[in-house]
């Protein structure tokens, strides 16, 4: 179902945005085109379909400006982040974890909740859950991002042509 989804991606969506996903990477990250003739980038962890999703949710919802921007001009704090730090993580994803969830459920995968915190063990929080719970119900019910849903609808097209 991956190698679907990076095939169906780069050849349809990604090629109308002039935008590659890629697996195998060590850690996810995103690369803005080099020149006029390159290519943006998607890396997503390992062969994770989870990450393409999640790498996927971002890309989404970064802006035009964003999107010219190393990673999408975010910050990032890695694992064994304080309590404050956690709760800015967590107001930033909100949107993407509701988005995968959202494309998760359109390609019949097993979405889980992350407070990509491992070396924490606060777990994810029941606030953030509902608050991610309630932006996916927002979307289900008054629709996606025009770039959202077409990556949610090639997730179906994926999900349809795996039954085969």
Not at 28 to 44: K, N, T, V
Not at 134 to 155: H, M, N, T, Y
């Amino acid at each position: 179902m991956l190698d679907q989804l990076v095939s169906g991606f780069n050849s349809r969506v990604g090629r109308v945005y002039n935008t590659q996903l890629v697996g195998g990477a060590e850690e996810p990250l995103y690369l803005p085109a080099e020149g006029s003739a390159g290519r943006h980038r998607i890396y997503f962890r390992e062969n994770f379909l989870s990450s393409a999703l999640h790498e996927l949710a971002h890309w989404c919802l970064a802006g035009e400006a964003r999107r010219m921007l190393v990673d999408y001009g975010y910050w990032y704090n890695p694992d064994g982040r304080n309590a404050e730090q956690q709760i800015a993580f967590e107001q930033v994803e909100v949107k993407p974890q509701a988005l995968e969830w959202i494309f998760s459920l359109a390609l019949d995968h097993t979405f889980h909740f992350s407070a990509d915190n491992l070396n924490s063990n606060s777990g994810v929080s029941e606030s953030f859950k509902a608050r991610v719970q309630s932006q996916r119900d927002f979307w289900l019910i008054e629709g996606l991002p025009a770039r959202a849903r077409r990556v949610k609808e090639l997730c179906e097209e994926v999900r349809a042509c795996s039954f085969y």
